[in-house]
């Protein structure tokens, strides 16, 4: 008994000292041409991400669950998946339409944070299904920078 708390314990710890931050605001940019100010926060191997953003004619917001670890000494690893809700002139993968907004995204992605300095960058990609204004499917990338809060 006291061996199996003695793992758990040990465990529970390195999964803590393994992460490298816990909040980070910044900027998202990509296709399908939307630039968020963009919010992470981090618990653990669990990534949660907001944003608020545009482009010309529309505001979108977003949000994202991540899983999240490390996949060397130097870089993350994430996946997860997303929703999307825009107001006004809709050009997302090809449309050109206006009105409301409506799609969901899965994100497979690498990040670094910086050792010296309180930055992390991030590069993500994966599909987006939109059903309004209509039906719609892609394939979209993103970039992210953010400063590390904590």
């Known amino acids: ?17 393994a992460q490298r931050y816990t909040s980070a605001l910044g900027l998202r940019t990509g296709s399908p041409g939307v630039t968020y100010l963009n919010a992470k926060y981090r618990v653990n191997q669990q990534g949660y991400e907001i944003g608020i953003g545009g482009n010309t004619g529309s505001v979108w917001l977003h949000g994202n669950a991540y899983y999240q670890n490390e996949l ?36 497979i992605g690498l990040e670094h944070t910086l050792k010296d300095y309180p930055f992390n960058v991030s590069l993500d990609l994966g599909p987006g299904l939109y059903v309004l204004p209509r039906l719609q499917f892609g394939f979209a990338w993103a970039l992210s920078v953010r400063y590390v809060l904590h």
């Open 1 to 17: 008994m006291k061996a199996l708390l003695f793992l758990l314990s040990l465990s529970f710890t390195l999964s803590v000292s």
């Open 72 to 107: 060397n000494e130097i870089l993350d690893y994430y996946y997860g998946f997303g929703a999307n809700v825009g107001l006004g002139k809709m050009n997302q993968f090809d449309a050109n339409t206006s009105g409301l907004g409506l799609g969901a995204s899965a994100v």
